[in-house]
Structure formats: C-alpha cells, structure tokens
C-alpha cells in the first residue's frame, strides 16, 4: 500500500540533518550551544504550524513565536534551557531556510505576491482582483495617523494625554505587501469552496458544511462530496490564477508598471489530485 506524502515530515528530516550538523560542525559557539538543545526533540508538531502558514505569509519572527508556543505547551525544562527564545529564534532560522528548499514553489509565489504589491502600491493604487468563482476581492490598507489629545481630568485638574489613531488617506505600503500573500491565498480557498458548493448544489445535495478548509455533508453523500471538490479543485487551477491575477492588475492601474517576472511552476500534475485520496478531508 502506498504511503501519503507528508510535507511536514519532510521539512523535519531536513531541519534535523541541519540541526544535527551545526550541533558538531558550526563555527559559531552559540549555533552549536543552541543546536544540541534540539537534538532529538524536534518532532512533527514543532515543523508543522510553520510549513503551513508559509502560504500566508508568515515570516521569520511568526515562525519563532510559533514554535516558542509549542514549547510552552511542553514539560518547562523540555529544553533544558531558562530562554527559549534564542533556540527558538535558531531554529526558526534553520526552518526557514529548510522549508525554502522543499516547498520551493509556494515560497517562490509567496515572495512574487509579495514584490507585484509592493510596486502597486508605488503608485499609491489599492489592489483588486476576481477570483476563479466571480467574487471581487478590494486589498486596499491606508496609513494610521495618530492624534495627541490633552485635557485634564477631575477636581484636581490631573493632565491627561490621549491618543487617538485615524485612517489617513495614503496607502500603507508595507500592511499591503504582507496582507497580499494571506489574502490571496483566503480569495483562491473562498472560490474552491463556493465552486464545490455550485457543484454539490447541481448535482442535488443541499446539506453541506465547513470549518475553514474542512468540508462535510451526510454520510451517505461523503463519497460525491470527495469527488466534486476534487474537480473543483481542478477546475480552478487549471487555469494559471497567478497569471490571470497579473494581467487583471495590469489592466486596472492608469500608470505604467513593471511588474516581476513570474514564477517558476512546480511539478505537480494536476489531474492526479481527482484520484488522490489524501488530497483533502
């Protein structure tokens, strides 16, 4: 029988050869300090949070924070360290760097989402585009100008310094580079969801339910469910969204921009994910 692809483990059996190596072989003292905490206890769970939330634009320090929370769901002493941010932030960096190697297409995709926001906001334009299923999606985040209130407060006339924050009218170029990944990623999940939705309605099953990228009906239906969001799937991707994304920019701004080339695609056959049991849940 075959065994399921697991992504997770992947990344892990790459961090740990890493980890392993600096442990022995780093000229830093402090790489090496921090290392051999980690021999022997990274496991599943510390890779897995990060290598998915890659898609969604986590970075290097919300990788850190994710893996200090999973420490602290452990024994106190797991590490055998009193500061679990500097292995963490090690490990973090170790991470990164492995999950760039094994995931290379979405991290690749990650950053060109991330360059084509940055030069459309140069030119103080928001960003818009429509999904596979018709749904408008509007990114546009502007700058928070904070205003310095005094005034004094009671009988004994104590000075008080408020402030209060307000949306200005130019666009945050950074909020809009980091919400572009996450928010991209959320519109293509909201569209596979509405088009397997369409599909099951079409085919005369009316009882359906989900919990972000869980998907459920009756029992008796479970296998047409399993099927249908399969060809969605496809469906959807099957036309390159990236590309389809692109060009709707390029077709909203009344400047001219250059934007990054595309990139690469990764290897995945497409038409394999019908028969792929498991794809989804």
């Known amino acids: 029988m075959e065994r399921p692809q ?13 980890v392993e190596h600096d442990s022995k072989h780093s000229d830093d003292d402090e790489v090496r300090e921090y290392a051999s905490l980690w021999l022997g206890k990274i496991d599943r769970n510390i890779v897995k949070r990060p290598v ?3 898609p969604y634009g986590v970075k290097l320090y919300g ?4 893996i200090v929370n999973e420490l602290r769901k452990r024994d106190i002493d797991y590490l055998g360290s009193d500061d679990p941010y500097k292995p963490s932030m090690y490990l973090a960096k170790v991470l990164w760097e492995s999950i760039g190697e094994v995931v290379i297409a979405s991290r690749q995709a990650m950053d060109w989402l991330q360059e084509v926001a940055s030069v459309v906001s140069s030119t103080e334009s928001a960003i818009s585009w429509v ?3 018709g749904f408008l999606v509007h990114q546009r985040y502007n700058m928070t100008v904070a205003k310095s ?3 004094f407060w009671g009988e004994a006339r104590v000075r008080v310094q408020l ?11 950074m909020r809009q580079r980091n919400g ?10 909201a569209s596979h969801l509405m088009l397997t939705i369409n599909r099951l309605k079409g085919g005369g099953i009316n ?5 972000h990228d869980s998907y459920g009906t009756h029992a008796c239906d479970i296998d047409h469910l399993n099927r249908t969001l399969r060809e969605a799937f496809v469906e959807q991707y099957s036309k390159d969204v990236l590309e389809d994304f692109k060009d709707q920019l390029l077709s909203q701004t009344t400047k001219s921009i250059e934007l990054p080339a595309m990139p690469q695609k990764g290897q995945l056959e497409l038409g394999t994910v019908i028969d792929s049991p498991y794809f989804f849940a």
């Not at 990788?63 to 994710?66: G, H």
């Not at 009882?207 to 919990?211: A, D, L, P, R």
């Open 131 to 133: 999904t596979p299923a």
């Open 6 to 18: 697991d992504v997770y483990t992947e990344v892990m059996d790459v961090v740990i050869r890493k």
């Open 149 to 151: 209130i005094r005034t």
């Open 52 to 54: 998915m939330t890659l």
């Open 63 to 66: 990788i850190k924070d994710q």
């Open 163 to 173: 402030a209060m924050n307000h949306e200005d009218t130019k666009i945050d170029k």
């Open 180 to 189: 572009i990944s996450p928010n991209f990623v959320h519109s293509m999940d």
């Open 207 to 211: 009882s359906f339910s989900s919990v």
